[in-house]
């Protein structure tokens, strides 16, 4: 895949991701889950959404994620006389500096408030009397931020980043004491593969949860299709973030294929995942096998090689130790044949002897 198409299919998830939370029953279910263990505490119909750019209240829009100061998503809701900032982000990567970054979008909306807050102090339609110091720096004695939540939901595997602020600053050599004085600042991130438990979700985001938790998980999951009929009719964006957050091409590539009435068969979708891969699996084996054979009839030809190799060795060993031998008899008759001359000459020096004599 080249980098376009990368490209182009994280915005493909980044819109995903965000279509299926902006639904203001599954926003509400996911906080209620992690924060309330499940509590109908957060009520779609008191969600107000807010531009994950500056807060200010706009129309649903949908754009590529871009790690540029905007949250994901951004809601805010009432709880009794006051209210929340609800914030979500989405994170398939480790991204080793988020307690920075997620510190960073909590700021910018208080910073943001403030500046309401100052525009109010300084426009003063009341007629209130304000101290010097409450018009100076745009902040009453009694006014009050609201409090902004944001929690980081991560699909990948083996989280390893820092989970707060302290996780990302050096602390070498730094007095115990000291650090006491410098603040803290704790990421609420949610490791969806690693969560205990889902009955806490009162929507699909429990299937779509679970469905990313057991993907790598061949038995537990299909026991999970088997065992929960959602799967036989998904609702269209749910398939899209279990295809995508479990990079099964297939289910991404072949969706059509699964469509029943208003929904997406999931179970057929998965059989067929799992067929590819028996059949992928045949493949590898026969080739697998083709090559085991292929290398033993190599081996066997080598082994062939060797052996000729080996009896053109003991052959040649044989006829250097034949000439060997043939040369040892020549030598041993050459010597016969010296000493046999050295004999005749010796008794022809004698009988030469004795006819001088």
Sequence with gaps: MDSCEQEEQNMERDLCE?????????????????????ERILKPEELMELDTQNGMWRRPVYSSKTKNGARDLVRRTAMGMNFVICGLENQEIVDYGSPLRILGYDV???ERQAALIRKQIRDNISGRQYSKGEYLYGFARDSKLQPT???MLYYGENWDGPRDLYGMIDFTDIPEKMKQFIPNYRLNLVDIRSLADTTVFQTDVKQVFDFIRYSKKKDALEKLIETDPYYKNMKDDAYDMVSFYT?????????????????????????DIYEAGREEERKHTE???????EER??????????????????????RAEEEKKRAEEERREKEEALKRVRELEAILADIRKEKNR
């Design 108 to 110: 910018s909306e208080y």
């Design 18 to 38: 965000k279509r299926f939370f902006s639904d203001e029953e599954r926003f509400s279910d996911l906080f209620n889950g992690i924060i309330f263990r499940g």
């Design 247 to 271: 990079s099964a091409d297939m289910l991404i590539a072949k969706k059509k294929e699964y469509k029943e009435g208003a929904g997406y068969n999931m179970c057929k979708a998965l059989d």
């Design 149 to 151: 939540i944001t929690l």
């Design 287 to 293: 080739e697998e096998r083709k090559r085991t054979e």
């Design 297 to 318: 009839k190599r081996t066997e030809e080598e082994r062939k090689r060797a052996e000729e190799e080996r009896k053109r060795a003991e052959e040649e060993r044989k």
